[in-house]
């Protein structure tokens, strides 16, 4: 787990970053606030005892996405450059299969900074949030916790909607049950389990992350069902919804944006 004062001093530098470049970092605090105590994922550069630069490991499956940043004032001095090949370093040790590198799409300095190295543009991420549609609910549909019977299903949808292989997908839902169980549900309509999601709230957000209908439940209208739900809940406790889509996943981006998401920013992954 991280310290107290260290989240403290990532959501410090976190801060000063965005505001000197006018960008949004995707630090996944959802994941820092549950950190394994015993995995080296995080990589700090202190000055007097001043936090100016951070990267982080972001395990999903088989798949590591690395994601830092360094203090606008002490840039130039190779840090950002030390720290990724700390994190490069424990990924490889780690037995991740893939690495990704995650940059804000209107970062000046991570293009200046990838332009100088081998890494290839891979995708782009959509981050949107929901600006306002109709809400009916359907009461064939109901979001439940997920019990112990539910593993086998939770695993198979990741392999079927996500292309994790069965043991990474099953490490990676042992691993979600261990830090936040709490955020997770089960899709059922009409008494069958048809898919699942997770639903973050954090600081009045919620963020919908992990959606997924299994193939044989899809084109049924299921998600869409399943978006009104989340919107209905989350509306009513005064959250704006977010959630992330790749650029490619035309299907997806079409479903959301039919539902009343607006895409206002991008994130873009490099494979290092």
Request: aromatic share 12%.
């Amino acid at each position: 787990m991280l310290t107290e004062k260290q989240l403290e001093d990532i959501k410090s530098l976190q801060k000063t970053c965005e505001e000197h470049e006018n960008i949004l970092l995707k630090l996944n605090w959802e994941m820092l606030k549950n950190r394994d105590h015993y995995v080296k994922q995080d990589f700090f550069y202190y000055e007097e005892d001043v936090l100016k630069g951070f990267t982080a490991i972001y395990g999903f499956g088989n798949k590591a996405e690395i994601c830092g940043m360094v203090h606008p004032g002490s840039r130039r001095n190779r840090i950002f450059f030390n720290l990724l090949q700390q994190a490069i370093g424990e990924v490889k040790n780690q037995g991740y299969r893939q690495i990704l590198l995650n940059a804000p799409g209107n970062s000046q300095s991570a293009k200046g900074f990838l332009s100088k190295t081998e890494a290839v543009f891979v995708f782009s991420e959509h981050q949107m949030k929901w600006e306002g549609g109709p809400l009916n609910p359907d009461t064939d549909l109901v979001l439940r916790r997920p019990e112990a019977a539910d593993f086998p299903f939770e695993v198979q949808i990741d392999v079927d909607c996500f292309g994790f292989s069965p043991k990474d997908a099953e490490e990676y839902n042992r691993r979600l049950k261990m830090e936040n169980e709490q955020q997770s549900y089960i899709i059922e309509y009409k008494e069958e389990p048809a898919g699942k999601v997770r639903v973050s709230e954090e600081n009045g957000e919620a963020w919908i992350y992990g959606f997924a209908i299994s193939p044989e439940h899809q084109k049924r209208g299921i998600g869409r069902k399943t978006l009104i739900s989340i919107l209905t809940k989350e509306t009513e406790k005064g959250n704006p919804v977010f959630l992330e889509v790749e650029a490619k996943n035309t299907g997806a981006l079409k479903l959301y944006e039919s539902c009343g998401f607006k895409a206002y920013y991008a994130q873009d992954y490099y494979l290092i």
